[in-house]
């Protein structure tokens, strides 16, 4: 049976650390702070807005949650972004995907300013991964590999396998993989024969938003399987994995919910505070 990754324990592990940086910022009279930008009544963006707002105030962060209606414009989207880049007082500024489709998403991620892009996922800072830059490694792969690390995974020389091509997780996970000297396939919706593909792997994170598409017989037998989807179905939320059938194949398995998405938020946190370390 596989060994659970526990994204739960782990990101409070992280905060823990977190606390006492923060602690330390407030000696030096610096307060992180973190804006989120929500537009419309998205209600997943809701949730996900609120539980970072949470984690802001547990960690004594500045925090503010801009929420606009969905006929904004995207001039006076943009409008706001750049009040918030003049703000010293606030070290990240997050826009919550998705935007209303009046609204060009890589307009609104490139008028953040990089120092303050602290999700991420900017062309700036995938830029910069791309090159092996100083930009803001984006939350969900960063804490991705968090828990490979944590658990003491191996990751040089193994092959692993992205299912998902997105901006956000599939292609970033992909280059944090590879620089960690990972030998990478991406697959997609495109891929032929995904299951022969996923049973070479030895990492494989699934990222594409489709309940239980892989089931054990996707598995390798001692895989490390990183589940990053959240599905919501009647019986409740589940991960792009069908965890019963996979568990009992692969070495290592991250549960949904508690797995991956209790890392990505405290990464974004982490992100703050290394954004408010960087202006002493």
Partial sequence: MAQILDGKALAAQVRAQLETRVAALKARGVTPGLVVIRVGDDPASEVYVRNKERMCQKLGFLSEVVHLPAETTQAELLARIA???????????????????????EAVLAAVAPEKDVDGISVNSLGALTRGGSGFLPCTPKGILR???????????????????????????ALLLLGRDCTVTICHSKTQDLRAI?????????????PKLLDGSYIKEGAAVI????????????GDVDFESAAPVAGYITPVPGGVGPMTIIMLMENTVEAAEKTL
């Fill in 227 to 238: 589940d990053v989807g959240v599905n919501r179905l009647e019986s409740g939320l589940c």
């Fill in 198 to 210: 996923t049973r070479q792997a030895d990492i494989l994170v699934a990222a594409v938003g489709r």
């Fill in 147 to 173: 828990l490979l690390d944590s658990a003491g995974i191996p990751l040089r020389g193994k092959h692993a396998v992205v299912v998902g091509r997105s901006a956000i997780v599939g292609k970033p996970v």
């Fill in 83 to 105: 009040q918030y880049n003049g703000d010293a007082r606030f070290h990240g500024i997050l826009v919550q995907l998705p935007l209303p489709a009046h609204i060009s998403e």
